[in-house]
Structures are given as C-alpha cells and as structure tokens.
C-alpha cells in the first residue's frame, strides 16, 4: 500500500493519506530513493507554490468570463477562430461574430474590438502564469522559492 506523507516546508509531517486527493499537492519519489529533508522541503514548497498560482491565476481567469452565461461561454472557441481569421483577413466568413453584433446593434469590427480585448487579456494572464511557473521550477533553494511572488 502506497503511503502519501503532508510535510511543511520546514520537513515537519502534518499527515499520513492512503490517497494522495486529500493532499492539496504531492510529488512522486522513486521507491528507495534517499530523500533528505531539505530536499523534501524544496519540493514540497515547489509543489504548493505551482499549486497556488494556478488557482489564482484561475481565479482571475474566472473573473473574467463570470460576467457570461454559461451558454455564452460555450460560443468563445467559435468567436475566437472567427477573430482569428478576420484579424489575418478581415474578409473572411465570420457567421457567428456577424450574428451576435448584429443581434447586440453592433458593428463586426466593434465586437471584434471586445473578443480581441478578452482574448489579449486571457493570453497574458496565460504568459505571466507560464513565466512565474518557469521561475518556480527553476529555483534551487527554498528562500529562492520564497522571494517568487506574483
């Protein structure tokens, strides 16, 4: 039987689970592989650190689309191929932008103008999320750990 140990970062064990989904993060050690406790501690804050910027990096992202109704939502991959394709040729065939501006009273380029703005702002949560990961798992030492913020 496999046995998931919590450890804070000081290597103090906070628990013993059968099941690593009572955990908020774990990581995988080879079975007999030596493992010391500032090693344990690295890692263990490594994997809460990851843990904790992708929900709230989430969070954000969730801030942005609550303002839609779920059926909305289900339409965004469709607007974004369509903006996609007007930004490289705005004559291309946007049914679905086209329907919904002209439902809204607005013009395709002013509704392109708002799932542009949405897409950027996704797409840069997205790069700033990936750079803070990057540094994550790049650190060495727990106070290099420490120091990452976002």
Known sequence: ?????????????????????KLSSFITIAKDT?????????EVLRADKLSQV????????????AKYAPYELESFADQR??????????????PV????AAARGLTTAALMAKIEANVLAITTMQGQQNAIESQIKAATTVAALEAITW
């Not at 990096?57 to 942005?64: E, G, M, N, P, T």
């Not at 932008?97 to 919904?100: E, K, N």
């Open 54 to 65: 992708r929900k709230d990096f989430q969070a954000k992202i969730d801030a942005i689309t």
């Open 97 to 100: 932008v086209d329907a919904l």
């Open 1 to 21: 039987m496999v046995k998931f140990i919590e450890v804070d970062t000081n290597g103090k064990c906070l628990g013993v689970f059968e099941q690593p989904e």
């Open 34 to 42: 030596p493992v010391s406790v500032g090693d344990l501690a690295l």
């Open 81 to 94: 191929a369509e903006w996609r394709a007007w930004k490289a040729n705005s004559a291309a065939a946007t």
